[in-house]
């Protein structure tokens, strides 16, 4: 278990990171996201050894890895990095990339072993240049792992790749930690990569945790507007409660729509407060007044309308096919019971 306690970091008089608590297990994926500039990459490169832990502590289960005056250096750290860019050495054949920091004896073993396991063992004579961004990312998996590292850290790894091979490569990722019982920390900034890999999630913005748990946690009950955003491409609204009714632009909503999980505190009658809503769940009709469909766009086997209220707010909802609103419509909107998020911002 890799364990991060109260960890705090500045730079240059800036709060970057600020008592940020967490553990993650072996075998298992942990997503760390947030906007660029939230702390993703110092947290990894604390872990690393590339930075000196400043407050807190960082514990590879009983092996202190770095607090305040007592850091591990980096070679002596049973952690693997994966950059963004891979970073392989350019003189350097794909094997020996993979075997460099093996003890010669095991080498060959285990560099046939990794290569085999990233599927590039007919690659082993080619040099970097000659590689695709997929086959270079992969070498450099296969190289993290190679001297058989307690932890794998990646930093943003697929950032520059198509989707499909994103696809493939999360794939192969999160398959080689849960075989290999590494503990694996994610650092991305991309709610697909948290989606399609994590088994744990901790969400930052300027330094702070806002929310760890499960992506279902995160997905079905958001602590805060900024996670509702990250996840099902939840939208922001301003309503009132009034008459047992959310007033919002789009329509007065039944009580009912709002998540049982709401703090009742935050939804004061009469006063003006942020909401949540996912464009799946919300149903529209054709109406003779109220909203008008902006736009309509094609989104896989839905469509997507744009709404446009009268203050010029617009708001996102799934339109199963087939369906009979055009553009210029003017329609009902509707939530499904439970669905929107009422939340501190």
Same mark, same amino acid.
């Not at 970091?9 to 760390?32: H, N, Q, R, W």
């Not at 920390?185 to 806002?210: I, K």
């Not at 309503?239 to 939804?267: C, H, I, Q, Y």
């Not at 708001?315 to 329609?331: E, K, N, Q, W, Y």
């Given at each position: 278990? /890799?364990?991060?306690?109260?960890?705090? $970091?500045? $730079?240059?008089?800036?709060?970057?990171?600020?008592?940020?608590?967490?553990? *993650?297990?072996? %075998? @298992?994926? +942990?997503?760390?996201?947030?906007?660029?500039?939230?702390?993703?990459?110092?947290?990894?490169?604390?872990?690393?050894?590339?930075? #000196?832990?400043?407050?807190?502590?960082?514990? /590879?289960?009983? +092996?202190?890895?770095?607090?305040?005056?007592?850091?591990?250096?980096?070679?002596?750290?049973?952690?693997?990095?994966?950059?963004?860019?891979?970073?392989?050495?350019?003189?350097?054949?794909?094997?020996?990339?993979? !075997?460099? !920091?093996?003890?010669? =004896? @095991?080498?060959? *073993?285990?560099?046939?072993?990794?290569?085999?396991?990233?599927?590039?063992?007919?690659?082993?004579? =080619? $040099?970097?240049?000659?590689?695709?961004?997929?086959? &270079?990312?992969?070498?450099?998996?296969?190289?993290?792992?190679?001297?058989?590292?307690?932890?794998?850290?990646?930093?943003?790894? $697929?950032?520059?790749?198509?989707? @499909?091979?994103?696809?493939?490569? =999360?794939?192969?990722?999160?398959?080689?930690?849960?075989?290999?019982?590494?503990?694996?920390?994610?650092?991305?900034?991309?709610?697909?990569?948290?989606?399609?890999?994590?088994?744990?999630?901790?969400?930052?913005?300027?330094?702070?945790?806002?929310?760890? %748990?499960?992506?279902?946690? /995160?997905?079905?009950?958001?602590?805060?507007?900024?996670?509702? =955003?990250?996840? !099902?491409? *939840?939208?922001? /609204?301003?309503?009132?409660?009034?008459?047992?009714?959310?007033?919002?632009?789009?329509?007065?909503?039944?009580? #009912?729509?709002?998540?049982?999980?709401?703090?009742?505190?935050?939804?004061?009658?009469? @006063?003006?407060?942020?909401?949540?809503?996912?464009?799946?769940?919300?149903?529209?009709?054709?109406?003779?007044?109220?909203? &008008?469909?902006? #736009?309509? &766009?094609?989104?896989?086997?839905?469509?997507?309308?744009?709404?446009?209220?009268?203050?010029?707010? &617009?708001?996102?909802?799934?339109?199963?096919?087939?369906?009979?609103?055009?553009?210029?419509?003017?329609?009902?909107?509707?939530?499904?019971?439970?669905?929107?998020?009422?939340?501190?911002?």
């Amino acid at each position: 278990m /890799l364990f991060f306690d109260s960890i705090h $970091y500045t $730079y240059d008089k800036t709060p970057v990171l600020s008592d940020v608590s967490f553990a *993650a297990a072996p %075998g @298992e994926i +942990t997503c760390v996201i947030g906007p660029s500039g939230c702390g993703k990459s110092t947290l990894l490169s604390l872990a690393a050894g590339l930075l #000196d832990v400043q407050a807190g502590e960082i514990r /590879l289960d009983d +092996t202190l890895l770095g607090r305040k005056g007592q850091n591990l250096p980096p070679e002596q750290r049973p952690v693997g990095l994966v950059f963004q860019e891979g970073a392989l050495f350019p003189h350097m054949t794909v094997a020996e990339n993979v !075997g460099f !920091g093996v003890g010669e =004896r @095991e080498r060959s *073993a285990r560099v046939a072993g990794l290569l085999a396991l990233v599927g590039l063992e007919a690659e082993t004579r =080619r $040099y970097p240049h000659t590689l695709s961004g997929g086959q &270079r990312q992969r070498v450099a998996l296969a190289r993290a792992l190679a001297p058989e590292p307690e932890a794998l850290l990646f930093d943003e790894p $697929y950032a520059n790749l198509d989707q @499909e091979l994103r696809r493939s490569l =999360r794939r192969e990722a999160r398959d080689t930690v849960r075989e290999s019982g590494t503990v694996g920390v994610f650092v991305t900034h991309d709610p697909e990569d948290v989606m399609a890999l994590a088994d744990r999630v901790v969400v930052l913005r300027d330094g702070v945790v806002q929310q760890t %748990g499960t992506p279902r946690e /995160l997905f079905d009950h958001p602590a805060n507007a900024m996670v509702a =955003r990250l996840f !099902g491409r *939840a939208q922001s /609204l301003t309503a009132r409660f009034e008459d047992n009714l959310l007033k919002t632009g789009f329509g007065d909503w039944p009580a #009912d729509s709002v998540s049982p999980t709401a703090d009742g505190s935050l939804m004061t009658a009469g @006063e003006s407060f942020d909401v949540s809503v996912r464009p799946e769940s919300l149903h529209l009709a054709r109406a003779a007044a109220g909203p &008008r469909v902006h #736009d309509i &766009r094609i989104a896989g086997a839905d469509d997507i309308a744009e709404l446009v209220d009268d203050g010029g707010v &617009r708001l996102l909802a799934t339109l199963p096919r087939p369906h009979d609103i055009t553009v210029g419509s003017h329609v009902s909107v509707t939530p499904l019971k439970g669905s929107v998020f009422v939340l501190p911002g």
